[in-house]
């Protein structure tokens, strides 16, 4: 058997293990062991590359950075940050109609600046929002849908942990990247609330405007929300000014939100131990994946099927749009059985160099390199809401009990007609995600 044939069936075997819902994690240590194994045809071999696997990833300075940063997120949920975020935004909008739904997206744009995920945004949000949109009688699928989507607003938004972890797999500037996203990451949060708008236009019935909040109120929760946001200016700016490293940033971030927590939102001794324990899990379930990826990156490495998958898309005559459109196709039939994470650390490897051989718009090798992983991340949280996984769907279903899964789904499917037109948008204009990288120049 040949390696790129070899590659081809751990692929197969390991598409088999998801369906069979193996933990993705395991499933690609699995895998990864079984090829190395199969390819050299020698146990020592294998023996020897375990025996370093695990302290060469696990050892790099520049992980430290996701414990700090997902900390970062468990102290502003755990410490009523969200809430200060919602009253902020829909003290200035619930007057509207749609104006609640289009709060709760701001406030997830808002969240995910200090969380870097997006499944704790939607959770946390759909918490806070959730009973402020069926008391002011919006219908099931708006209310869920908004919510859903919104949620992936949290890995769009910079900070953002699988932005961090492409980072580490392509020697990327973790700092470019985060400046990277914040236009594309804006751009995605109003497109989700001109959706709302055009819902309720349609509908004026699914999202009723709610009574207006006076101004003394409205300059009562900007004072509330204006620490929130010096974090985030501090972390993002720190980074890329040069400030700080990325590890510091998120050191200063974190003890800022866990100051606030404790200051503004009464965190105690019960709220510390939950954000240290969600941190420690949510750190224990990456780094196994990471651990997962790293073996089945070495077996197919050892195949040669990544290099040769980009040595045949360059030398096929192929246009390089079409072979963009085609590898995004193929994240977003991923995203039906694997979660955000796991498409990065399993494609990007493959991928990278597929697209970094490419000609874009004579774009350098550093301008392709963060286009490419603003775009990969987009289409990659498209998977968190799309049928038939969609994990933040089911979250937000799971807390709004009295609404059905079909309702969820339905109210998702505008979004993600938002979604389509943004990664368009982003797929022809690479400037939109490079704009600021060159305004300010680090």
């Not at 597929?354 to 350098?364: I, K, N, Q, T």
């Not at 969609?390 to 979004?415: Q, S």
Request: proline share 5%; with cysteine; glycine share 12%.
């Amino acid at each position: 058997m040949s390696g790129s044939a070899g590659g081809l069936w751990m692929f197969a075997s390991l598409m088999l293990l998801l369906v069979l819902r193996m933990p993705i994690g395991i499933a690609m240590f699995i895998v990864g062991a079984g090829g190395y194994l199969a390819l050299v045809g020698d146990i020592m071999p294998l023996l020897n590359s375990l025996k370093n696997l695990a302290y060469a990833r696990l050892s790099n300075y520049d992980l430290v950075v996701i414990p700090l940063f997902l900390l970062m997120g468990q102290f502003a949920t755990h410490g009523g940050l969200s809430k200060a975020l919602f009253r902020f935004v829909a003290a200035f909008l619930g007057h509207r109609k749609g104006g609640v739904a289009i709060a709760a997206i701001g406030a997830c744009a808002g969240f995910g600046a200090i969380c870097g995920s997006s499944l704790a945004t939607a959770a946390t949000m759909g918490q806070v929002a959730l009973p402020e949109l069926r008391r002011a009688g919006y219908s099931g699928a708006l209310a869920t849908g908004a919510l859903a989507a919104g949620g992936t607003l949290g890995i769009l938004i910079p900070p953002s942990v699988p932005l961090v972890i492409y980072a580490i797999l392509t020697q990327e500037s973790i700092g470019k990247l985060f400046v990277a996203a914040v236009l594309p990451g804006i751009i995605a949060m109003l497109g989700y609330m001109l959706v709302v708008r055009i819902v309720v236009g349609l509908d004026p019935a699914a999202g009723p405007a709610g009574p207006r909040t006076n101004w003394r109120e409205r300059l009562s929760s900007l004072l509330a929300v204006l620490p929130v946001l010096l974090v985030f200016v501090v972390v993002i700016v720190g980074i890329y000014g040069g400030w700080a490293n990325p590890t510091e940033a998120a050191a200063i971030g974190a003890a800022a939100c866990g100051l606030l927590a404790v200051v503004t939102g009464g965190m105690r001794r019960d709220g510390l131990m939950e954000s240290l324990l969600g941190t420690a899990q949510a750190t224990a379930m990456i780094f196994l994946v990471l651990l997962g990826a790293d073996m089945l990156n070495s077996a197919l490495a050892l195949s040669q099927l990544p290099s040769e998958l980009a040595a045949w898309v360059r030398d096929s005559g192929l246009s390089p749009l079409l072979v963009m459109a085609t590898i995004l196709l193929i994240y977003l039939l991923l995203g039906c059985v694997m979660d955000s994470l796991a498409m990065i650390l399993l494609t990007i490897p493959i991928f990278y160099p597929m697209v970094m051989g490419l000609d874009f718009w004579d774009l350098s090798q550093t301008d392709k390199s963060l286009w490419f992983g603003i775009l990969a991340l987009m289409v990659v949280e498209i998977g968190l809401v799309h049928p038939p996984v969609g994990m933040n769907v089911y979250i937000i279903n799971r807390l709004a009990r009295d609404v059905p899964l079909i309702e969820t789904f339905k109210g998702v499917i505008p979004f993600l007609l938002s979604d389509l037109v943004r990664i368009v948008l982003l797929l022809l204009f690479p400037g939109i995600s490079l704009y600021l990288v060159h305004t300010f120049p680090p």
